[in-house]
T-cell receptor
Framework: QQQVKQSPQSLIVQKGGISIINCAYE??????FPWYQQFPGKGPALLIA?????SEKKEGRFTISFNKSAKQFSLHIMDSQPGDSATYFC????????????FGKGTHLIIQP | DAGITQSPRHKVTETGTPVTLRCHQT?????MYWYRQDPGHGLRLIHY???????DKGEVSDGYSVSRSKTEDFLLTLESATSSQTSVYFC???????????FGQGTRLTVV
């Protein structure tokens, strides 16, 4: 049973455009929702995270939108740049992450110059 | 990489042999995790530790065991490697709950 569903699997966006990646979760006990960015040959690195008591969080060009009633959250990358080309993972955890993260399957994002 | 060292970085082993992967941290973080990453599956939790000698199973723990005898070291052992355990293995650490988990560079394991 996949607890965090991520879409799309791959995404191509023109430079300067908006990249949008969506995730849906099933377990209402999740209380922490991070997004990780991974470049080839590297480990994932935290990009931005949100808790369910807020509906939106923005850090620079990156925004998480969170819809608790729909059990969905999304990552928006504004003014997408070629350097943003990477694989993005949404994740969720409960008990503050003590039991580890449950990841989506990832989105391979390509920003075309 | 937040003071996390995984070793070895690459390993090729034969089916049926035991394999141990090591994760060493210099951050004195309490929580340590082992994940495996496979195409089309994202990252999946194998085992985790919330302190010395305190470990628990994750989503895909069958065929794996772990040990944590010191705060800084978390070992992952494949008792008898199988081809289905060919994967990239990542160690992660975190200190406080609801905060960033830092990942190591990964170990690419191939079982032939």
């Amino acid at each position: 049973q996949q607890q965090v569903k991520q879409s799309p699997q791959s995404l191509i966006v023109q430079k300067g455009g908006i990249s949008i990646i969506n995730c849906a979760y099933e377990n209402t006990a999740f209380d922490y929702f991070p997004w990780y960015q991974q470049f080839p040959g590297k480990g994932p690195a935290l990009l931005i995270a949100i808790r369910p008591d807020v509906s939106e969080k923005k850090e620079g060009r990156f925004t998480i939108s969170f819809n608790k009633s729909a059990k969905q959250f999304s990552l928006h990358i504004m003014d997408s740049q070629p350097g943003d080309s990477a694989t993005y993972f949404c994740a969720a955890s409960m008990r503050g992450g003590a039991d580890g993260l449950t990841f989506g399957k990832g989105t391979h994002l390509i920003i075309q110059p | 990489d937040a003071g996390i060292t995984q070793s070895p970085r690459h390993k090729v082993t034969e089916t049926g042999t035991p394999v141990t992967l090591r994760c060493h941290q210099t951050e004195n973080h309490r929580y340590m995790y082992w994940y495996r990453q496979d195409p089309g599956h994202g990252l999946r939790l194998i085992h985790y530790s919330y302190g010395v000698k305190d470990t628990d199973k994750g989503e895909v723990s069958d065929g794996y065991s772990v040990s944590r005898s010191k705060t800084e070291d978390f070992l992952l052992t494949l008792e008898s490697a199988t081809s289905s355990q060919t994967s990239v293995y990542f160690c992660a650490i975190t200190d406080k709950l609801n905060t960033e988990a830092f990942f190591g560079q990964g170990t690419r394991l191939t079982v032939v």
